[in-house]
């Protein structure tokens, strides 16, 4: 929803920002003290998360590529506290529980006064007794506590379009949901991307380009010389290589339709992941298995070529896909899902009769099918993994 408005607001020592559709009604914020986003209605919680995502560039920091950094109604003040009747309190230090305030008790009514006193003051008029007012009307009842009456918020100046939502009456509020409180995580923080560790540029099967030697100064002699006797050279890496680059060049199709695509992303213990896809579908861990003339049957943890005898082989051993996983969420500020990805090339024929969830078997033709997917990731989120993604400080901990 690109329509959303991010306004600041700062009161009763709060610090916030709260996010508002057109018409001006909140549906939630996030608060910049502790690191929370609350969202009022949860069909919402994309829509927060992503406008407060592209407002604050460091969003990171609040909930904490970890974002891109794959970029969560001004709240009801706290109660003013009840006032007890402040009449209750003027008179010999009172407390707020004094339920009634009593007058001083009237002097004793004079009776008939005596005769001169021997001072030769005048004889004194003879007084009636008084009658007590309290004795007659019995005790004052206590007065109803008066509540002091509460102030309303103040609206942000900058966010005057925005009100706060009015309090709904009893029936309302119970059917309305309560605001949902998401806890998110603090990730890491990378350093800068620096020409070297950016992954970007890496071709596909960079790691076999390197031990067949078609890498650094002096490529183009080797290319062309060995070009002459490749027929002769039986070595399986150059399939391999070949196929790495068969699906390179199969995934780079999907970038045109916002799909990122990284490839040979190197490993601590010297293995690679042969290709990164991150899209709205989801991000996959691609890997190649080059069997080239070969008829290929795949189920049940089997491998068949031809008519040979099936071949134990496990789809989900590959760790590439919880590996990426733990490096990419180290930074990102939500959940990245991993699925596994595997390609066969150079087949003449492919049928796949039962995989685990998660793990998908493949032609590299077929690799297109993967380009409708959405629904899994915003596109602010794709960059952020993307941007978690390439710098090769993000894999040395995995």
Request: net charge neutral.
């Amino acid at each position: 929803m690109q329509d959303l408005k991010v306004t600041s607001w700062q009161l009763f020592g709060h610090d916030r920002l709260y996010v508002n559709l057109p018409d001006g009604t909140a549906i939630g914020w996030a608060d910049r003290g502790s690191g929370t986003i609350t969202v009022l209605h949860p069909r919402y919680r994309d829509a927060v998360a992503d406008a407060l995502a592209r407002q604050v560039p460091d969003l990171p920091a609040l909930v904490g590529e970890d974002a891109p950094a794959g970029h969560p109604a001004p709240p009801v003040p706290p109660p003013v506290p009840r006032i007890p009747p402040m009449r209750g309190m003027r008179k010999r230090g009172a407390g707020p529980d004094t339920a009634a305030v009593r007058k001083p008790a009237p002097p004793e009514p004079e009776l008939e006064s005596q005769s001169q006193s021997q001072s030769g003051q005048d004889t004194a008029a003879v007084r009636k007794p008084v009658p007590d007012p309290e004795r007659v009307r019995g005790p004052e009842p206590a007065p109803e506590p008066v509540a002091a009456p509460q102030r309303a918020p103040v609206p942000d100046p900058v966010a005057a379009s925005a009100p706060a939502p009015a309090p709904a009456s009893g029936a309302a509020e119970a059917s309305a949901p309560a605001p949902e409180t998401v806890r998110r995580r603090r990730p890491g923080v990378l350093p800068a991307l620096t020409p070297g560790s950016d992954l970007a540029s890496r071709r596909p099967g960079a790691g076999l380009r390197e031990q067949l030697g078609e890498g650094g100064t002096g490529a183009l002699v080797r290319a062309a010389t060995g070009a002459l006797r490749r027929h002769k050279d039986g070595d399986p890496r150059r399939g391999a290589l070949a196929g790495e680059r068969r699906v390179g060049a199969e995934l780079k199709r999907l970038t045109r339709h916002g799909w990122r695509v990284l490839h040979s992303v190197p490993l601590p213990d010297g293995a690679e992941i042969g290709h990164l896809l991150i899209g709205p579908g989801g991000v996959f861990a691609v890997r190649t298995d080059h069997r080239p003339g070969a008829s290929v049957r795949v189920g049940d943890g089997t491998l068949r070529l031809d008519e040979g005898d099936p071949q134990p082989y496990a789809l989900d051993g590959s760790p590439d896909a919880s590996r990426a996983r733990a490096a990419l969420e180290a930074y990102c500020a939500f959940d990245v899902p991993v699925q596994t990805v595997l390609v066969f090339t150079g087949v003449t024929a492919l049928e796949v009769v039962a995989t685990p969830d998660g793990i998908r078997v493949c032609r590299e033709r077929q690799l297109s099918a993967l380009t409708p997917l959405t629904g899994v990731f915003t596109l602010t989120q794709v960059e952020r993994i993307y941007d978690v993604a390439r710098n090769a400080e993000a894999w040395l901990d995995v």
